[in-house]
């Protein structure tokens, strides 16, 4: 638990822009679905409504709506650069914090500052569409009962251009989740939850599963020189964004395991990231492919 004072007064600031953007938002909606309602139009109509239950939840901060009205246009463009303007305001005063606490040699407190500096970035996205546009799910299994069709072979989108980086770049070695090498492995610092990788594509990738695999069993303790405890090495609690966008939330994802995420239909990718949130160890993701 973070009890810096700088960053608790930054994110009580956050918040509160963006209960006041939220309350503006809704009360533009407002205004057009009464005028959507006095027309009879109720495809229109429906589509507001919709909105303002889904902004009025607590956790959303972001919009890709898209509407007919101009005056619900413009509403939600206000919105959208309000919800930047707050992001931007909080990255700096974190980032400010960031730069004290290492300066104060409380480095795990400047990781985990930054970590949730990265969140913000993802949530810094409002007003921008998704690429991701079909429904997708995560099924987490064991490495020996993936089926057949989803193993790597010859199938495997691995894209040259992807890149890695992560909660504690350079020294968890991302790159090493993508170097195609099962010998190596991306690992989470001690216990530095929360935590998170980022895989980045040059160019857009299709692709219908991608498949996350976890470190191997028989590597935990192999590089630390000790075993952690019972259980250790798993993520209890995570999410993955996709293209800056939808959200999925997994539990339990432990060494040995392999996450698919399965899409409804063939879905464009630009890139996809792994938030930690919460876990036992050192947690690692040793391959990641896409297969059509």
Same mark, same amino acid.
């Given at each position: ?30 205004? #057009? ?10 495809? $229109? ?5 919709? &909105?303002?239950?889904?902004? +009025? ?42 730069? $004290? ?22 949530? !810094?996205?409002? !007003?921008?569409?998704? +690429? ?9 299994? *064991? ?17 040259? !251009? ?19 090498? *099962? ?20 160019? *857009?990738?299709?692709?219908?599963? #991608? ?22 090495? +798993? ?9 800056? !966008? %939808? ?7 432990? %060494?040995?395991? #392999?996450?698919?995420? &399965? ?24 391959? #990641?492919? +896409?297969?059509?």
């Amino acid at each position: 638990m973070l009890k810096v004072d700088a960053v608790r007064k930054a994110m009580d600031a956050y918040h509160a822009a963006i209960v006041a953007a939220k309350e503006k938002y809704q009360n533009v909606l407002q205004i #057009v679905l009464d005028e959507c309602m006095k027309k009879g139009d109720l495809e $229109a109509s429906k589509q507001i409504k919709g &909105e303002m239950q889904r902004i +009025a939840g607590e956790k959303v901060t972001s919009s890709d709506a898209d509407f007919a009205s101009v005056r619900a246009r413009a509403g939600h463009a206000t919105f959208a650069r309000s919800l930047d303007a707050a992001t931007k305001v909080c990255r700096s005063a974190l980032d400010n914090a960031v730069k $004290a606490e290492v300066k104060a040699g409380r480095l795990e407190q400047a990781e985990a500052i930054k970590a949730l500096m990265d969140n913000l970035a993802l949530a !810094g996205q409002a !007003g921008k569409k998704p +690429a991701v546009q079909p429904a997708a799910q995560i099924r987490i299994v *064991p490495e020996s009962q993936l089926p057949p069709a989803l193993k790597p072979g010859d199938k495997a989108v691995r894209p040259t !251009g992807v890149s890695a980086s992560s909660s504690n770049s350079p020294a968890d070695k991302p790159e090493f989740s993508i170097d195609g090498d *099962p010998s190596t492995t991306w690992q989470l610092g001690r216990y530095a939850f929360p935590g998170w990788i980022t895989f980045t594509f040059d160019k *857009p990738v299709r692709a219908r599963h #991608v498949i996350l695999v976890q470190r191997r069993p028989a590597q935990v303790g192999a590089t630390e020189g000790t075993r952690p405890p019972a259980g250790g090495d +798993a993520v209890a609690v995570g999410r993955v964004i996709l293209n800056d !966008g %939808p959200t999925l939330e997994f539990r339990n994802f432990e %060494p040995g395991q #392999v996450m698919i995420i &399965e899409f409804a239909a063939e879905a464009e990718l630009s890139g996809l990231r792994m938030i930690l949130q919460e876990g036992t160890y050192r947690p690692g993701i040793r391959d #990641v492919y +896409a297969l059509k």
